[in-house]
């Protein structure tokens, strides 16, 4: 079978070399070498380190090459002022025990009204790198773009896909979807055709696709973007900063760090959205890229032969960094349904169509829940309070009246296990913005035998979660994160060989110095 992909960046590489790893396939990708990207930082999921895995890529090495920095969840300031800043992490075995176990610790901690960075961890409330496993056991990363892109396109070519230096001008169809491509340099007839090519939706949209837009749900309509120089910490957390009329990213690669500001065009201007970021850093920002969108998917990503991946298939705004991971969920599901012939079936084609839109409904949701806050500095976040909800969450929320979600609500609500966010993720944006209340966390652990909650504390929780006591050591080595990443380049990607300067007291669980 032959599958052709047209467009290049993140969504193209990830698709090509999933399909890659499996599939009995010539793949080729179509890449206009005039197309740019942003460049200035990006942030994954846990889905990334299963990529990896799935492509045969250690996390040290896509470090390295990438120049990226570990990420052990965002950290959310000023979105709810009455509860205070926290952090949400959908990293390791917090988010992915489907035991019952860490819903569980959690509905303990937030029926005892703790704050969330009193369970985050030492190291994600220190930026230190713990010398326990690889990258410190974070399974999420933060990219230089650039770099990122560079390392796929010399992945993908050593592997034996096919890097072509082409634009496509005209697609042809017939009736079993599209016939042909036509470029510059050349004409292409595939079996599958894979759309890659961002907003412009070159294929899909030949084939009838149309755009089902979120923006009454989600305001925010344009963003600039801008690198800044490299900073004498390395946040492990993303910064996901409330801002007058929209939130500011910042997200840290080695040598430079990636910054935004997305906001809401019916209260600030382009010009005025700049202003506010040369007040904040106190200097002249070189805005890198301006971007206009319109959150949302598309009403069909398979259509015939036609698939559509990444920004061609959706677009939300980046609170979540839920971009690559919806992508490589997308590619994962296409990668189950491709025939031998390179063919997907009717019935397989409504699959994917269906997978897709609970992902996009889920990831629409848990973002949409972030705007229901205590934040009413300005008119932007007041109005932000009289926003309409998704029938979907407002049902999630009605059921958080009564109980903290389970996964057996997730899946239910979007249909399949492909849906980035679960359970825990929702009960604890819910909680600091005061949805999810203590009472109801506090029922619900009544209803849990004395001696199954001690040892579910006890073993998931004290010796794992919170204090990281995973080692005989008494005190726990670590090293602040920039100083990790500084040696991993040093030492060619050696973590074994890393020095820890650093110690985590058991005792009393302060950060110290080693003598």
């Not at 697609?171 to 595939?190: F, M, P, Q």
């Not at 909650?453 to 010796?463: A, S």
Request: charged letters at 25%.
């Amino acid at each position: 079978m032959k599958i052709t992909i047209v467009g290049g960046g993140t969504a193209g590489f990830i698709t090509a070399l999933i399909f890659n790893a499996r599939l009995n396939a010539d793949i080729e990708m179509i890449v206009p070498s005039n197309i740019g990207i942003i460049g200035v930082g990006e942030g994954s999921t846990k889905h990334w380190s299963k990529f990896l895995s799935f492509i045969g890529v250690t996390k040290t090495e896509c470090l390295l090459q990438s120049k990226g920095t570990t990420k052990g969840g965002i950290n959310f300031i000023g979105w709810t002022p009455k509860r205070g800043d926290y952090a949400h992490s959908i990293s390791g075995d917090y988010a992915n025990d489907k035991l019952g176990d860490t819903t569980y610790i959690q509905t303990k901690l937030m029926s005892e009204n703790i704050s969330n960075y009193e369970y985050t961890g030492h190291e994600l409330r220190n930026n230190v790198i713990v010398d326990e496993a690889e990258t410190g056991g974070w399974n999420q990363f933060h990219f230089n773009t650039f770099a990122l892109n560079d390392f796929l396109t010399e992945l993908a070519t050593s592997r034996g896909i096919k890097i072509i230096d082409d634009e496509i001008t005209q697609v042809h169809k017939d009736e079993n979807g599209i016939s042909k491509l036509t470029g510059t340099k050349d004409e292409y007839i595939s079996d599958l055709y894979v759309d890659c090519t961002g907003f412009k939706r070159l294929l899909i949209s030949e084939l009838g696709a149309k755009w089902v837009s979120y923006g009454k749900y989600l305001p925010l309509k344009e963003a600039i973007a801008f690198g800044t120089k490299d900073s004498d910490v390395y946040p492990v957390l993303t910064e996901a900063r409330a801002m007058s009329a929209g939130w500011k990213w910042l997200i840290p690669t080695y040598g430079r760090t990636g910054n935004g500001y997305i906001f809401d065009t019916d209260f600030i201007s382009k010009e005025q959205a700049h202003d506010e970021i040369n007040f904040m850093y106190g200097e002249d920002i070189e805005i890198a890229k301006h971007i206009k969108f319109d959150p949302g998917k598309l009403d069909k990503v398979c259509i015939k032969n036609c698939l559509a991946v990444g920004l061609s298939a959706n677009f939300l705004e980046p609170l979540e960094a839920t971009s690559i991971g919806t992508t490589i969920q997308q590619a994962f599901i296409a990668m189950h349904k491709i025939r031998g012939d390179g063919s997907i079936s009717p019935p397989d084609r409504k699959l994917i169509n269906d997978i897709t839109d609970g992902i996009m409904h889920n990831t629409r949701d848990l973002v949409a829940l972030h705007y229901i806050n205590d934040n009413r500095s300005t008119p932007f976040w007041r109005m932000c309070a009289d926003l309409p909800r998704p029938d979907s969450l407002m049902s999630l929320l009605e059921s958080m009246k009564y109980k903290p979600l389970d996964d057996h609500d997730i899946v239910n609500m979007y249909g399949s296990g492909y849906a980035l966010f679960e359970a825990d993720n929702f009960n604890l944006v819910a909680y600091f913005r005061q949805l999810l209340r203590p009472q109801i966390c506090q029922l619900q652990l009544n209803g849990v035998k004395p001696n199954l909650k001690e040892n579910i504390w006890n073993r998931k929780y004290k010796e794992s979660l919170q204090h990281r006591w995973l080692k005989s050591k008494y005190d726990l080595d670590c090293t602040p994160h920039k100083a990790y990443i500084q040696q991993l380049h040093e030492l060619n990607g050696d973590y074994k060989k890393i020095k820890y300067t650093h110690y985590i007291d058991k005792k009393d669980f302060k950060l110290k110095e080693k003598a």
